[in-house]
């Protein structure tokens, strides 16, 4: 059975793929969950529109994030907290905080998840904080922890 693949399904094909494929899997597996359709010409003529119309959505999409990198990078937020001896913070700042204050800051919204923090920040002082918008966009912030005026 000859089947074009509407998703990815994995170890098998990729959308768009045109793929022969046993027949009990395309009838009792991909066709009900509509991971694909039968191959035929008017299916494949629909098939290209869709994959152009992704394509293009795509890169509009590509087009926005790196937009949005250019505008946070080389941003800097402050961000106070409670400070105990030695500089150490009660608690962290943790990547919603971050979110949260960029958003604040500057009026861009940040997915918490696109940040990139090896560990939280305990300690008062000056960071430098990846943001990964996406596969080669990577925007540099400066996050500046300060004491919170009791």
């Known amino acids: ?12 094909a990729r959308v768009g793929e045109v793929k022969e494929v046993a027949d009990g ?8 969950q509509k991971l694909a ?9 629909d098939m290209g529109v869709i994959i152009r119309r992704e394509a293009s959505h795509r890169a509009k999409t590509e087009a ?21 001896e030695k500089d150490k913070l009660y ?3 943790t990547l919603a905080d ?14 918490k998840r696109k940040i990139e923090l090896a560990e939280p920040i305990r300690q008062v002082g000056n960071y430098e904080v ?3 918008l996406g596969k080669d966009l990577v925007s540099q912030v400066k996050v500046t922890v300060a004491e919170e005026a009791a």
């Open 1 to 12: 059975m000859k089947v074009i693949f509407l998703q990815d399904v994995s170890r098998v």
């Open 25 to 32: 899997y395309g009838r009792n597996f991909l066709l009900p």
């Open 37 to 45: 359709v039968l191959a035929s010409s008017g299916a494949i003529k």
């Open 64 to 84: 926005e994030l790196a937009a949005l990198a250019n505008q946070l990078d080389g941003k800097e937020i402050v961000l106070k907290a409670k400070v105990g």
């Open 91 to 93: 608690g962290s700042i």
């Open 98 to 111: 971050i979110a949260v204050e960029l958003e604040r800051a500057t009026g861009l919204v940040v997915d």
């Open 130 to 132: 990846a943001i990964k």
